[in-house]
């Protein structure tokens, strides 16, 4: 997983800016649920509701693409196009319900599938409500303090989906601070929940020291 992280940090992104009323969904293009090299997505399949990103992320640098190969009635199909740089990206936004098939055109087998409910609107929090988080300094060597208005619980995890921490935060507004000391540098996000669903998905970076 060191390995990992240090080729994604290499690559100097820049942090992706969110909706706040809407949840990036990440998956990986290019590796395993290990966090290894492969021909897969994973997770390969994800739940999501409209008004949701989805954001392919390459992870190693080998050449994929992502292309539907059905959406439903009425949204758009997608096309990455061949990419091969480790953090390169894309990303596509949900705006009908139902079931979408993608796959990479150049490795058989290599698919996935994203299974969307809602209708128009579903799952995007109330703008007239303020749940948006901010993290900072960004990127951070050590410690990371989040600022949180209204939000039950942030959980950061790595770039394979596995939760690394997370912290109750009563709904109330506020700060708290983690500690990243043990962590390789590369990317995170971190996931904010209100009354027990996801609000939103962030990334942050960790540098090193």
Same mark, same amino acid.
């Given at each position: 997983? #060191?390995?990992?992280?240090?080729?994604?940090?290499?690559?100097?992104?820049?942090?992706?800016?969110?909706?706040?009323?809407?949840?990036?969904?990440?998956?990986?293009?290019?590796?395993?649920?290990?966090?290894?090299?492969?021909?897969?997505?994973?997770?390969?399949?994800?739940?999501?509701?409209v008004g949701d990103?989805?954001?392919? @992320?390459?992870?190693?640098?080998?050449?994929h693409n992502v292309t539907?190969?059905?959406?439903?009635?009425?949204?758009?199909?997608?096309?990455? %196009?061949?990419?091969? @740089?480790?953090?390169?990206?894309?990303?596509?936004?949900?705006? +009908?319900? %139902?079931?979408?098939?993608?796959?990479?055109?150049?490795?058989? !087998?290599?698919?996935?599938?994203?299974?969307?409910?809602?209708?128009? !609107?579903?799952?995007?929090?109330?703008?007239?409500?303020?749940?948006?988080?901010?993290?900072?300094?960004?990127?951070?060597?050590?410690?990371?303090?989040?600022?949180?208005? %209204?939000?039950? &619980?942030?959980?950061?995890?790595?770039?394979?989906?596995?939760?690394? #921490?997370?912290?109750? @935060?009563? !709904?109330?507004?506020?700060?708290?601070?983690?500690?990243?000391?043990?962590?390789?540098? !590369?990317?995170?996000?971190?996931?904010?929940? #209100?009354?027990?669903?996801?609000?939103?998905?962030? &990334?942050? +970076? &960790?540098?090193? &020291?």
């Amino acid at each position: 997983m #060191k390995k990992l992280y240090t080729i994604i940090c290499a690559s100097a992104l820049t942090l992706l800016s969110v909706d706040a009323n809407a949840t990036t969904i990440v998956v990986g293009v290019g590796l395993n649920a290990s966090g290894t090299a492969a021909n897969s997505f994973t997770p390969s399949t994800v739940s999501a509701v409209v008004g949701d990103v989805i954001q392919f @992320t390459w992870t190693y640098p080998n050449p994929h693409n992502v292309t539907s190969t059905s959406v439903p009635a009425g949204a758009a199909t997608f096309a990455s %196009g061949t990419l091969s @740089t480790s953090g390169a990206m894309f990303s596509y936004t949900i705006t +009908v319900a %139902g079931t979408y098939n993608y796959q990479c055109t150049l490795h058989s !087998g290599m698919t996935g599938t994203i299974n969307v409910t809602g209708g128009s !609107g579903a799952g995007i929090t109330d703008p007239t409500q303020s749940l948006a988080t901010t993290a900072y300094p960004t990127p951070f060597s050590s410690n990371i303090t989040f600022q949180y208005n %209204g939000v039950d &619980k942030i959980s950061v995890f790595n770039v394979v989906g596995e939760q690394i #921490k997370s912290v109750e @935060t009563g !709904g109330n507004f506020g700060t708290i601070e983690m500690n990243f000391d043990e962590m390789a540098a !590369g990317i995170y996000f971190y996931r904010t929940y #209100k009354d027990g669903a996801i609000f939103e998905t962030r &990334k942050i +970076v &960790k540098s090193k &020291k």
